[in-house]
């Protein structure tokens, strides 16, 4: 370690803080090949925690010996080879599953210990990583999905984005942070990376320096979700392009060293800015960068919630991009085998993922356009996707995680096509459903957030049921959704909210969305 862990001493330290100060999570990638031989069994149940740092966790049941292993893809942009070899680690060791995250990443499921090296090597061989996808730890950088295409970009932000990753990516210096630490960069004027939930984001600005026009960013601290939300607070700092990555290392340092370690549910980087406030914050900031310059003029228009439908101009002329949906973002390996050879075949084998759990495809030109429409594949993964469908987000819920209350994924797919059967709006609604209060499915931001709980009936016992939510956006800085009273059980859902949209159809004017209702 080239650092000193300044926390160290604290007698308070959680259980958690103790077994990292004992082994780094990344050294779990040491020991993965010799788990691989001996087999599951051979893995002390005191080290099942370590495998996040690998981007593994033990799906439920965890006593049965599977993994979910989830793959960074910094700004959700992949290139046909590793598009491909993603696709053959789904069909070859995942069952064919193959789901697109709210964070841009790749998750697969019911992989076993005796795989997962030859999961590395593949993996390792088209430049890709399960490192930081889970654990303490920096995790996938969020970007704009359509950098270095995009005609709302202020410029091109994939090299920040691969700098910033590749600095932090696999760098014991960094690997045992206080929690989970979530960093976004996105020069779109549309907000597609999400800013204000997440630890870090750079997001678009400019400002005059010697009387020249800096095209740069500004920088929002201490967002996140989970059960006490918070919304990114807004530095008074003006960043260069050139010096994102020492900013990004500063804030990362402060995090490291002054984030709190006693209470698990108090450790996000949000409780430490909330607490100190973001004056306090600079300044620390300061310490380590030496003078930067106050902010400039943030250069935002909106917020696109990460949504791309159709067809699309890009920056470059006679090149389009092509906004699908992916229902609830889960696909299988043969559709993305299929997708691959499309892109190849009619673009440049490129694919991007969106937070949205969606897919762009970029750089076909003009004349080719209409064939890529006509492919069967784009009947299910379509341009113009149904109200409800095309906006539906979810979580794995408790097919998968150890975590959840309540199922998610089918589920949310079920209510929306129902919804879909039943009304036809004007407006596309936002529904994010998730399965526990930890919010992998962005609840807080969805027009309605749906989030499983347990509920006690009279007749059924325990049964499985759902909070609502409603006015969740990040429009002009962003509002959480609220609760509405009650609880619905699950078996109910679908029609009460066949009765509140129906609700909301009647009322509202034409046009009218549900944030301005
Ligand atoms: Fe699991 Fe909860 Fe995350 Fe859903 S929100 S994937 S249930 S931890």
């Known amino acids: 370690m080239a650092y000193e862990k300044t926390w160290a001493a604290n ?12 082994k780094d999570g990344l050294k779990i990638f040491d020991e993965i090949p010799r788990y691989a031989k001996e087999g599951f069994a051979a893995i002390p149940q005191e ?19 599977y993994f979910m292993m989830r793959v960074c893809v910094p700004s959700g942009i992949l290139n046909n080879e590793q598009l491909e070899t993603l696709a053959g680690i789904a069909r070859d060791y995942g069952r064919g599953l193959f789901d697109i995250t709210t964070r841009q990443a790749v998750q697969f499921h019911w992989l076993q210990i005796e795989q997962i090296p030859d999961i590395f090597q593949r993996l ?42 590749e600095f932090f990516q696999h760098n014991e210096d960094f690997s045992n942070l206080p929690r989970k630490y979530k960093m976004s960069i996105s020069a779109n004027v549309y907000n597609a990376a999400n800013a204000e939930i997440h630890c870090v984001s750079f997001i678009p600005a400019k400002k005059v320096i010697d ?55 108090r450790s996000r980087l949000k409780f430490l800015v909330a607490d100190w406030g973001v004056e306090k914050f600079k300044e620390k900031l300061l310490e380590y960068t030496g003078p930067l310059p106050s902010k400039g003029e943030t250069v935002q228009k909106g917020w696109n919630a990460g949504y791309f439908y159709g067809v699309h101009r890009q920056k470059q002329e006679g090149l389009n991009y092509i906004g699908f949906n992916v229902p609830v973002g889960r696909l299988s390996a043969d559709e993305v085998f299929e997708i691959a050879r ?21 750089n076909v030109p003009d004349s080719y356009v209409e064939s890529v429409l006509h492919e069967k594949i784009f009947e299910r993964i379509t341009v113009r996707p149904k109200t409800f469908i095309g906006y539906s987000v979810s979580c794995t819920g408790i097919e998968f995680c150890n975590l ?68 969740g956006t990040l429009q002009n800085d962003g509002k959480f959704n609220e609760k509405l009273k009650g609880k619905i059980p699950a078996e109910q859902i679908e029609e009460v909210l066949v009765l509140l949209f129906s609700y909301f159809q009647e009322t509202k004017l034409p046009g009218e969305t549900f944030l301005d209702y």
Not at 48 to 54: P, R
Not at 349 to 362: A, W
Not at 455 to 460: A, L, P, S, V
């Open 11 to 22: 007698p308070k330290l959680n259980k958690t803080e103790l077994k990292k100060l004992e």
């Open 211 to 265: 009387g020249q026009e800096v095209l740069g960013f500004h920088v929002k601290v201490g967002g996140g979700l989970s059960s006490a939300p918070h919304l990114a607070q807004l530095l008074d700092i003006f960043v260069e392009q050139g010096r994102v990555k020492e900013v990004a290392i500063a804030i990362t340092t402060i995090f490291r060293d002054y984030g709190y370690r006693e209470k698990r549910h």
């Open 404 to 471: 959840a209350l309540v199922e998610t994924k089918e589920r949310m797919r079920h209510v929306a096509e129902y919804l879909d059967s039943r009304l036809q709006l004007d407006v596309p609604v936002r529904i994010h459903m998730v399965g526990c209060p930890n919010s992998c499915g962005q609840r807080q931001i969805g027009d309605i957030g749906l989030q499983g709980i347990k509920m006690k009936t009279k007749d059924k016992g325990m049964v499985e049921a759902f909070e609502i939510y409603v006015g």
């Open 47 to 65: 080290d099942w925690d370590y495998f996040k740092w690998a981007g593994l966790y033990l799906q439920r049941p965890k006593e049965a010996g």
């Open 124 to 165: 390792k061989r088209v430049g890709l990583s399960t490192a930081g996808a889970c654990g303490d730890i920096t995790r996938n950088i969020v970007g704009n999905p359509l950098a270095g295409i995009d005609p709302d970009e202020l410029f091109d932000t994939t090299h920040i984005v691969r700098e910033v990753y």
């Open 342 to 362: 499309i892109t190849r075949q009619y673009g440049n084998g490129e694919v991007r993922f969106c937070n949205s759990q969606n897919l762009v495809i970029p």
